[in-house]
């Protein structure tokens, strides 16, 4: 008797459904008071505390404003999308997500589909009370480049959530570790003063965080530049992305394999 023959959804099926689906069940963000919170709050609170920090300490207030509205995309596409991993543990499910068919990299992409339109909607909000809050000076005319480069970033980052949720397979909770990446870009990725401002270390360690580039290139669309000088940061930004997401489905066996060795694979 042959074996019988695996049935396997399409590519865009399977992405199509972890679109829809996967927020309901294991991203932790469908609920409407998460969303709305995530998008116009948590953006506005953040860059009120910095911005009064800056300004006790003699420091550029729109600068660190500017810089906090991007920092906010965290929230949605790292700690809401590396979540994903606690959440699957928490309702069981893990074990059959890592048995089943479904071509991994459209659960990958189909589960980073709204966290990139959320990300999306938290940048610009941020950038919105950052102008009429704060006084970032931001013309109709930087709007088609602050929009590239709002929407590179987006995906980015979402990118190295799903790189740093694939990291809490064996690991007891994804919390800490999102929480070490947040406070690293308030750090490293020139949030609140410039990167130039560190050691030559950390700027080397900066470098390596999509953040840091993708406000680069925030910062730049708003100072209104042009040409190669935005260009270059766009494909910075689209390559650290990229890295993001090839490293998180490449190396998504690595994380399994240690994280069944470890016994972490169904421990929340």
Not at 108 to 135: C, H, K, N, Q
Not at 241 to 249: R, V
Request: glycine residues 10%.
């Amino acid at each position: 008797m042959g074996e019988m023959a695996v049935p396997r959804t399409s590519f865009w099926r399977t992405l199509w459904t972890n679109a829809v689906f996967a927020p309901r069940t294991s991203l932790g963000f469908m609920r409407i008071d998460f969303v709305l919170g995530t998008v116009f709050i948590i953006p506005l609170t953040q860059m009120v505390f910095f911005a009064f920090v800056a300004r006790l300490g003699g420091d550029s207030v729109a600068f660190t404003a500017l810089g906090n509205a991007v920092a906010t995309v965290t929230y949605s596409s790292v700690f809401s999308v590396c979540q994903t991993t606690d959440s699957e543990k928490w309702q069981g499910t893990m074990e059959h997500l890592l048995v089943s068919p479904a071509n991994r990299l459209a659960l990958y992409f189909g589960r980073g589909l709204l966290p990139i339109l959320i990300s999306l909607a938290t940048v610009t909000a941020g950038l919105a009370y950052a102008a009429f809050f704060f006084g970032v000076p931001i013309s109709a005319a930087d709007v088609p480049s602050l929009a590239v480069s709002v929407a590179l970033t987006a995906f980015a980052m979402v990118g190295f959530g799903l790189l740093l949720g694939g990291v809490a397979l064996y690991l007891r909770t994804s919390i800490i570790l999102g929480n070490i990446f947040l406070f690293a870009g308030l750090l490293l990725s020139g949030v609140n003063f410039p990167v130039s401002a560190l050691p030559l270390p950390l700027q080397l360690a900066g470098d390596a965080l999509p953040l840091t580039w993708g406000l680069a290139a925030i910062r730049a669309s708003v100072a209104g530049a042009t040409g190669w000088s935005i260009g270059i940061l766009w494909v910075a930004v689209a390559v650290a992305g990229a890295i993001s997401f090839a490293a998180a489905i490449s190396l998504w066996e690595v994380f399994e394999r240690r994280a069944l060795s470890t016994g972490s694979i169904a421990r929340f």
